[in-house]
């Protein structure tokens, strides 16, 4: 009898013995759109999204989501739990010398990208070649716009992100939390009305079904408007906002993964996250359907190009679907 | 057809969800397979490969595309899950009684095939794991360390028992 070793060596590989579900890919992307419904849900009440492993803040997790155009400059005064930021507003450009149609109609075009490099994954240089399909209504400067927009979107996300890495150990906003419990995030939110020391939020915008969200202020929660500081009074119904939210940890790890569903369905029934309170808000210079506008017109007609070390040619990231 | 994974995953993590379809096509066969040879079982099999692309997009953010290739970590999630599953279960798949005949091959290589197959799949889980991965689907001891969370010398000391048993077991 031969040795094990040369045996296992000859024998081939147990096949299945049926091929993969012809549906596979669409069962699982149907899966993978339900836990991203979930998460997003969440991450509307929480902002969870910052602390969910794997994903990034709210505004990136889809395209059509609200996004954040126009906010310039946010100065915080000294004194409180946050430091002074100041950015420059992204600029994506067209050039037109750059900008040609290919044989199968698609347009490749140049845009110079300032204040956006490591943005939407954009490596520098600060040139970027794109493609856009053919016979759609993208166009160059829709795209510039687009890509302005998104940029801008990131930028406010790395804001907030460095506020909270630099509130000192001793502030007020991170009294009650045991060491590394406290969480923040910054979801995007549309306000209804002020009550009393709360805000009554509508976080239908995307989608979702949480039309009515009460959340609480905290005694000492700033308030920007067009870079500065506003009285709480002076918020107007119907505006857009990013919440700076401090949320109350849970004893586990929170995740859709180890939420029990009981705390899900008060979530859902309240609208009321568990432990969240709004530490700081900044109401938008533009409104959201504006922003959301520029976000659905882009679509998925377009796609940024690569070069190919070995052989120089550029290749579309995203494959778009020409029909030859 | 090859992809730019990483400019694919890029978009996907910029809040494009529907690019992952185009991850899963690549991939899909390849992690079905890979899930069959752990847990012999293809409905089982198709769904530890489902979950483990469900895992996958839900860590996206963690994946590094510095430190290895997307069907590598893809390949651990799998492994994990599809290990996590025989733990679990009390008695192993056992039903090669209504597999088709060849009319091409051998039946007696069949048969004898067939033994070591089942042999291998009485082992218990990280034994069958490690056998299948390095037997069956070519993995290297790294590969294989990685893809199982454990110390190469583990894996090899694994592979060693493995086969003295697979020995006594067809002795």
Redesign the interface.
Known sequence: ?K???S???E????????P??SD??R???A???K??RTTLRLSMLFGLASFI????PMH????P?ALVAGIAVITITAGTSFAAIQWLRPKVSVDKQGTITLPNGNIRTWLTLESCQGQ??IPTPERNYYEIKAGTSMTPEKLANGLEA?CEADLVNELFADVVKKIPKDSNALKGFKPGQEQFSFPYSKLKEVHGDRLVLDNSLNGEQFSNVSLPLAADARIYAKGKAIKLSELKPGSDLTLVLRTTALDRPFSTETMRPDEINKLAKDGYPIGATIIGVVEHVYPFADAAEISQKMG?DWT?L?QSKDSGEW?Q???LDNKQ | MNIDENGLIAQILDGDTEQYSALIDHHKEGIYRHCFYIVHDEDIAEDMAQQAFIKAYMHLGKFNGDKAGFRTWLSAIATRECLTHLRRRKTLPLDYDDAIPSTLADTDQLAHDRELHDAVMQLEPKYRTVISLYYWHGYQYADIAKAMGAPVGSVRGWIHRAKKILKEALS
């Open positions: 009898m040795d094990i070793e045996r296992l060596n024998t081939p590989a147990p096949l299945p013995r049926r993969l579900s596979f890919t069962q699982t992307m899966q993978v759109r836990e991203k492993q794997g994903f990034k990136r997790l889809s395209k989501a939407q994954g998104m998925y940024r690569t290749q990231i995203v494959p």
